[in-house]
């Protein structure tokens, strides 16, 4: 089992930038590490995902250009770097833990983060 815990969210201006970490203890079973978000009364939805191994990446459309999802195998740590914030990016952001490498949908991760709060205004 593995336990992660997000951290870095706030309260931002649109435009500004953020950066997300999501710290994972404890036994290791994952191959891959994801970023999602959930606005309120939406689904939730994914954002970018990334192999320990080898730190190949994938980003959805809407995060691509904006957004980067990086790791520190050293700290056990995997960062969503968000620039020009947008008004429409305000949701809780989850780090997930999956084994297949190409895992894009919330059923395929096995372990997920409480949460951090990413507020965007105007």
């Known amino acids: 089992q593995v336990q992660l815990t997000e951290s870095g969210g706030g309260l931002v201006q649109a435009g500004d930038s953020l950066r997300l970490s999501c710290a994972a203890s404890g036994s290791f079973s994952s191959y891959v590490m994801g970023w999602f978000r959930q606005a309120p009364g939406k689904e939730r939805e994914f954002i970018a995902r990334i192999s320990w191994r080898f730190g190949s990446t994938y980003y959805s459309d809407s995060a691509k250009g904006r957004f980067t999802i990086s790791r520190d195998n050293a700290k056990n740590t995997v960062y969503l770097q968000m620039n020009s914030l947008k008004l429409e990016d305000t949701a809780v952001y989850y780090c997930?833990?999956?084994?297949?490498?190409?895992?894009?949908?919330?059923?395929?991760?096995?372990?997920w983060g409480q949460g951090t709060q990413v507020t965007v205004s105007s």
């Open positions: 997930a833990a999956a084994r297949a490498l190409t895992a894009t949908h919330e059923a395929s991760y096995d372990s």
